[in-house]
């Protein structure tokens, strides 16, 4: 899991283009949207292709998107339990 | 300056139709033309309803006389622009001063991406000649240029409000005296590029949208082209034909909120509206009808209808989207709306809001879902709301 | 009603944005593609906004706020901007995923910055601007069609004052596609040499390439600080000959009632190309024939909206009163400019004239 959150933050600076970012700067559990490190819903886009592109994991629901991509923790924890159900 | 800026002509070619009568019986009959993707080449075609024109390159290239290795877009803007000035049946047009102001999105993107499909893989292929209009800007020269225009060619790309921008700059040419008559408008072709483009936004309904709903999913993607001829008043006078229509109010104002998403309480689009009202000196109770921007995505409308709410009650007008019909054609829809527009002040007509079956909680009107005849109509308010915040509102009347 | 410029910001090719002396040392580039001279963005746009900006749209921001600053406005009484090409960079990114991902897995936003009215729309988002913006994409009339809009506003009395501006840039794509139309110069031709030989006489084919972002800030009211006066706009389109040029240009000028007298200074828009270049050289051994005369294009190199520096370039030579010795004309810097005829052409299809002077 430790791992997984490590990748995360560097993909997801890379992915949103969060110059002066660092993976150590984002807590895990930091709320990502609003509040935290202010993402919009643009943002939330490009975390779903992230998702696709990366783990080859669809958002079974656009508005689940709120749920889990609360923080970098809560897409880890989504990651892990579809990779777990895939297997 | 010259006061009243009149509408002498106007023309149109959509998925419900390729000229004004063809559209006309469609809004009548309540057929859409959105369906099955059948001209555009998409790994997308069987996923997303669209409204294309239903023509090939090649018989547009025949009804517009430009070559059918010409973008798409140029070809149906020929085709819309050509109608318009022989409705207005100006005599003597080469005497007068005459400007030709289009709209579109992505130019010749329809060509450049056939192109881009083999430059990418090697920067020496693909045929020049299909790069060679892909500005917003040589798609209207090459009309211009057919259509015999010189005096004033422009280009104007605003997104979704392109086309309705184009208009009332034209209307201002001519009261500046700049111009005496103004063949303004705009025509976006189905692309790839766009697809694709709205589609990474997820705002693509992959059903028949309903603009309006409580249940609403998202846009379904149109192409078309429609332009207005604007004259001055002396041209107006001169006219075999008589206008009574006029453009008497416009207004662009910015959402200034977010890159594509509208603003929760609608700011832009109220300001829009409220400026249009305000340019013509009427009260939101003389709007006898609005054909809304009503793209069917949850975001647009419901801004939409809470701007509505706040200008226009109690009072609401009859209003409806005519996007379930010809799909959301972007660089042309504020041109289509303007068109229809014009005619419903021309027949006393108003057009249904197609597939509305569950009207919006949180707004206290219902658009018309009756294509109604037989109407007063003397002051109508057409919106156009695009990316980046760009909220135009435009307001045709009758003499 | 007159219009004065009352501040402008310009990032190009040679040191302009900062206000730095004003082309007191010309920058030189050898090859066929100029490149902007760009500042820190993170100086003058939030860490957090730039993320979602390509290099056009920091151009444009950054050149909208150094007008801004210096007119002291905050928010300005409208936007209005041109651009030929738009933000080319996102659009061949967003082309480049989708025919290597064959229209799957595509993300959105160098689609929704690829749209032409992102520039303008950018400067709104960032000072919270809800008045007028509007954009326009018309070749090599982008900057005059903005222009004239702007000049429209400001005699309806809809503002007192207008930011308008011009940006276009070149990508290794776009740049790679106009080099195989044949547009550009072969071998290590020196911009500064670009007039050396008469490029008429010496049957040159070819200019350079060049970008740039320029804004200004018009108003109507006088204030001690403005540059000039913007007296009058003309466009013409595909003229038939050097008769029809000529008939414009007189038309033009006595439409204002000036003549040939009293213009101190003609720039042309000659680019180092004859097919571009024979029309300028006409003219300067007929009506031109009495009038200085320099160019620019060996400056900022040939694009669409190149007209915007030479407006900048005319508005700064009336604020300091004279050409700047160091671009080479012997014999011209004492001369006392007061009024500027610029007579731009882009590709012999685009025609302008614009006229500015001393407030």
Same mark, same amino acid.
């Given at each position: 899991?430790?791992?997984?959150? +490590? ?5 997801? #600076?890379?992915? *949103? ?9 984002? %807590? !895990? $559990? ?10 919009? +819903? ?5 975390? #779903?292709?992230? *998702? ?9 629901? %656009? !508005? $689940? ?23 | ?399 | ?359």
């Amino acid at each position: 899991m430790n791992e997984l959150i +490590s990748d995360l933050k560097t993909q997801i #600076i890379a992915q *949103l283009n969060l110059q002066d970012v660092k993976p150590e700067d984002i %807590a !895990d $559990d930091e709320p990502l949207f609003v509040e935290g490190l202010g993402l919009d +819903s643009i943002d939330a886009l490009e975390l #779903i292709v992230l *998702l696709q592109q990366n783990y080859k994991i669809k958002l079974s629901k %656009a !508005d $689940d998107g709120p749920k889990v991509f609360r923080s970098v923790k809560t897409i880890a924890e989504y990651i892990t339990n579809h990779q777990e159900q895939k297997i | 300056m010259s006061d009243t800026v009149f509408v002498a002509g106007v023309g149109i070619i959509s998925a419900i139709g390729k000229n004004v009568a063809e559209c006309l019986y469609s809004l009548e009959n309540g057929q859409t033309g959105i369906g099955q993707m059948v001209f555009l080449d998409s790994v997308h075609q069987s996923k997303f309803p669209v409204a294309e024109v239903k023509l090939d390159n090649n018989d547009l290239a025949q009804l517009s006389s430009l070559n059918n290795t010409k973008s798409r877009t140029s070809l149906l803007s020929m085709i819309a622009a050509k109608e318009a000035i022989n409705d207005a049946g100006i005599e003597n047009i080469d005497l007068l001063r005459t400007g030709f102001i289009s709209a579109n999105s992505v130019g010749g993107m329809d060509k450049t991406e056939k192109y881009f499909a083999e430059y990418f893989y090697d920067n020496q292929k693909g045929r020049l000649r299909d790069v060679v209009h892909h500005e917003c800007g040589s798609i209207s020269e090459l009309v211009a240029d057919q259509l015999g225009i010189r005096d004033f060619v422009t280009t104007i790309s605003t997104a979704c409000s392109s086309s309705a921008n184009a208009i009332f700059f034209g209307a201002r040419l001519i009261k500046n005296n700049i111009l005496d008559v103004v063949v303004a408008g705009g025509a976006d072709a189905l692309t790839k590029f766009t697809l694709n483009g709205f589609n990474s936004l997820m705002i693509l309904d992959e059903q028949f949208c309903q603009p309006f709903d409580e249940n609403r999913r998202g846009l379904n993607l149109g192409e078309g082209a429609a332009y207005i001829v604007l004259v001055s008043e002396k041209v107006a006078a001169s006219l075999s034909k008589i206008p009574s229509v006029t453009i008497s109010g416009y207004c662009n104002a910015n959402d200034a909120y977010h890159q594509t998403a509208s603003s929760p309480d609608g700011t832009g689009s109220f300001l829009a509206m409220s400026g249009a009202l305000k340019k013509s000196r009427l009260q939101p109770s003389e709007i006898d009808y609005i054909n809304l921007h009503g793209t069917g995505t949850q975001n647009n409308d419901i801004a939409e209808g809470k701007a509505i709410k706040r200008l226009f009650d109690p009072h609401y007008p009859k209003m409806s989207s005519t996007k379930a019909f010809t799909g959301h054609t972007l660089g042309a829809s504020g041109g289509i709306e303007a068109v229809f527009s014009v005619l419903s002040l021309q027949h006393g007509i108003i057009y249904p809001n197609l597939r509305l079956t569950t009207p919006m909680k949180d707004l206290p009107f219902i658009p018309v879902t009756d294509f109604l005849k037989n109407q007063t109509v003397k002051h109508i308010l057409s919106n156009s709301f695009g990316f980046g915040g760009n909220c135009t509102s435009l307001i045709f009347s009758k003499l | 009603m007159t219009i004065y410029i009352r501040a402008t910001g310009n990032i190009s090719p040679q040191k302009t944005f900062g206000h730095p002396p004003f082309l007191t040392d010309p920058k030189e580039y050898f090859g066929n593609r100029l490149t902007c001279i760009e500042p820190d963005y993170r100086e003058f746009i939030d860490a957090k906004q730039i993320r979602r900006m390509s290099r056009i749209i920091l151009m444009g921001v950054c050149a909208a706020k150094e007008c801004l600053q210096e007119a002291g406005v905050v928010i300005p009484d409208a936007i209005v901007t041109g651009t030929a090409y738009g933000c080319l960079e996102d659009t061949g990114l967003f082309l480049s995923k989708m025919v290597e991902y064959n229209e799957e897995l595509l993300t959105p936003t160098a689609f929704i910055q690829s749209t032409h009215n992102t520039i303008g729309a950018q400067i709104g988002l960032i000072l919270q601007c809800n008045n007028y913006n509007n954009t326009f994409v018309h070749c090599g009339f982008s900057f005059e069609s903005a222009l004239l809009d702007g000049m429209m506003l400001l005699k309806e009395k809809e503002v007192t004052n207008v930011l308008v501006g011009a940006i276009d840039e070149i990508t290794n794509i776009s740049h790679t596609i106009l080099k195989r139309m044949g547009l550009y110069r072969q071998g290590q031709v020196s911009n500064l040499d670009l007039f050396k030989s008469n490029p008429v006489a010496a049957r040159l084919k070819g200019t350079i390439a060049g970008e740039g972002s320029a804004f200004f800030m018009l108003t109507n009211k006088l204030s001690p600080a403005d540059y000039a006066k913007l007296d009058a706009l003309s466009t013409f389109y595909k003229p038939k000959g050097i008769k029809e040029i000529e008939h414009h240009i007189l038309f033009f000028l006595a439409a204002h009632s000036i003549t040939f007298k009293d213009i101190d200074l003609i720039i042309t828009g000659k680019n180092g190309d004859i097919r571009s270049d024979e029309i300028f050289d006409q003219l300067q051994q007929r009506i031109f024939s009495n009038n200085v005369l320099i160019n620019y294009k060996n400056l900022c190199g040939e694009y669409p909206t190149a007209t915007a520096f030479a407006l900048w370039m005319a508005a700064n030579i009336i604020k300091s009163g004279k050409i700047p010795s160091e671009l080479g004309y012997k014999g011209l810097n004492e001369i006392k400019i007061k009024r500027i005829l610029i007579y731009d052409q882009y590709q012999s299809i685009h025609h302008t004239l614009l006229m500015i002077s001393t407030c």
